[in-house]
């Protein structure tokens, strides 16, 4: 004959029931990393609630994007990295320190924030030249991406033919990039 289990008191079970809902409702109130890079950022900038909302949207799109190109890692990475790096200045969010997780998620043709066109046309903008590359997603793609890549990691003096060993790097990167490497 075989012994019967003994079975939970009653109230024990209830209250496990009522435990697994609370942390269930706990997490359904969490934000998501999508919801808390929008945070970050329009904490600096004051977006509207529309503005915020539309944050999210984007991220969101781009997170199913990075999914179907095998590439959600990356897209977690790239957020971790924002998470961690992000930084207000005046009312202007940067997040340094992040290119390579941004270089995985264009390698995948996602993109979240900003291309590195548009990053590129905000250096040269500050370097007082002109802003070359279009805005979006289509506008950046390779080679434009690889020549503004280019352009992202070079200093002003770089840029402007000041400091001539920056320059020649620069120029070297370009030259790589209409060969395709």
Do not use: W
């Amino acid at each position: 004959m075989l012994a019967a289990m003994p079975r939970r008191p009653r109230l024990v079970a209830v209250l496990l029931s009522l435990a697994a809902a609370g942390g269930a409702l706990v997490c359904a109130g969490c934000p998501s990393q999508e919801e808390r890079a929008c945070d970050l950022i329009c904490d600096c900038t004051g977006c509207s609630e529309a503005r915020y909302l539309d944050c999210v949207d984007k991220t969101e799109t781009a997170k199913q994007a990075a999914a179907g190109a095998s590439c959600s890692a990356a897209f977690d990475a790239y957020l971790a990295c924002l998470e961690a790096e992000i930084e207000c200045r005046d009312d202007a969010f940067s997040f340094d320190g992040c290119e390579d997780q941004e270089r995985s998620l264009r390698r995948c043709g996602v993109f979240v924030f900003r291309t590195v066109c548009e990053n590129a046309n905000e250096h040269l903008t500050a370097c007082g030249q002109g802003a070359p590359f279009g805005t979006g997603p289509e506008a950046c793609s390779e080679p434009f991406a690889c020549n503004a890549e280019c352009i992202v990691g070079v200093s002003c003096d770089g840029l402007n033919g000041i400091n001539f060993e920056e320059a020649q790097r620069f120029n070297e990167c370009n030259a790589r990039c209409s060969e395709g490497r």
